[in-house]
Structures are given as C-alpha cells and as structure tokens.
C-alpha cells in the first residue's frame, strides 16, 4: 500500500512540475520568429544590485534619472557613524532563451524549406552586435511517442542539423554552438503528446 502512494504522489509531483513547466514556454512559430524578437530573448540581463535605480532616485542622483529630470527627492542619511555600507542582493539573470517550431522532415533530421527560412532569421540575430560574442546550446526536443532511446537519437540529430545549417550556409562560427538532444523529457503539451511544439528547438545563451 504504501509503495502505491508513493508511486502516486511522484505521479502528482511528475505532473505539476509538467504542467508548470508548460504554462512558462512559449514556442515562436514562423511568423512570430524575426530578430528583434530573438535578439531580446537571448540577450542575458545583466546582474545588477536589485533597487539600483531606486536608491539613485532617492539619492537624487540626476546622471541616473536622466539630465532632464526636474523631480525634487529626498536624500536618505545614515544616523550612525560606524554603520556598514549595505550590500543590495544581485538581482537573479533571467534565462536566455528563444523555443522556437522548427520542422523537419517526418522521422528524420533534415530541415524542411520553412525551417530554413527561419534559421535564415535565426542567424542574423546570432550574428548581430548584441549577440555576437555568445554562445549558444541548441536543444532538440521530441514527442513521446516511440522508443525514448529512438526519441533520444533523433532529437540529438536535429540540433546537429539546426547547428550545422547555422554554420554552414550562415558561417556562425561552429565553437559557438553546441547541439544537445533533450528527447522526450521536456513536452510542454501534454493533452496533445504529437503537438508540433513537443518537437520544437530550443536556443539558450551560454552565461559564464
């Protein structure tokens, strides 16, 4: 009985990890993916003090406002001599990274002609000067129907096919791309297992 519940409760945790993580992903389709739009999810928010800004503003710190800021604001004064200068908590990055449905051929990893105008995109946008001195994983994603090890295989090819479209036909520096197969262990729609976007691409920045 009690192997039971526990096989129940990891059923329930499986499912509401699942389910959040599916509520949080959007998937670019064609027309959505331009270089604007990719440009601004993988561009990593730098770390900066939480509350930065709005310490300059009490500060009155008009370099930080801007030099056309009239506002009036009140400077704020430590009463104690001795006091440590406190240290704001950095604010946590968020996670650059673009979903993008990416569609091949059935049960392979070559690009189909839809595909490779949008990685058309997707180069530009890697090439830019806002991400030209990154690197990137491309996730290659599969629905779970058939053998997970299969699923496993083709995902993984299909990142190598996205990787080497990028490099080869764009000249997007190889080393700057890493090809990863997540198979089946990241479906974001889970009342449609053959949903496009269960095989969809995932590009991530390389943070260090």
């Known amino acids: 009985m009690r192997i039971f519940q526990r096989f129940v409760a990891l059923l329930i945790v499986f499912a509401v990890h699942f389910a959040g993580f599916a ?3 959007k ?4 027309s959505e993916i331009s270089e604007a739009t990719l440009i601004e999810a993988l561009t990593p928010a730098s770390a900066v003090p939480s509350g930065a800004e709005a310490s300059a503003t009490a500060a009155g710190d008009s370099d930080a406002l801007g030099s056309g800021t009239t506002r009036r604001t009140r400077s704020i004064r430590v009463t104690k001599d001795d ?3 406190s240290k ?5 990055p968020k996670t650059a990274a673009a979903s993008l449905l990416i569609t091949f051929e059935t049960n392979s990893a070559t690009l189909t002609s839809r595909a490779r105008q949008s990685l058309d995109v997707v180069a530009r946008a890697l090439k830019s000067d806002s991400l030209g001195a990154y690197r990137f994983s491309i996730e290659g994603h599969a ?3 058939g053998n997970e090890g299969d699923n496993l295989e083709l995902s993984r090819a299909r990142a190598e096919s996205v990787a080497a479209y990028l490099s080869e036909q764009h000249q997007v520096a190889r080393a700057r791309l890493s090809a990863i197969g997540k198979g089946q262990a990241e479906i974001i729609n889970l ?6 976007e269960n095989r969809r691409v995932t ?3 390389v943070v260090q």
């Open 23 to 25: 509520q949080t992903t």
């Open 83 to 85: 006091a440590p200068p």
């Open 191 to 196: 009342t449609q297992i053959d949903a496009p």
């Open 203 to 205: 590009i991530k920045t």
């Open 143 to 145: 629905d779970p129907r």
């Open 27 to 30: 998937v670019l389709r064609e």
């Open 88 to 92: 704001a908590p950095l604010a946590s």
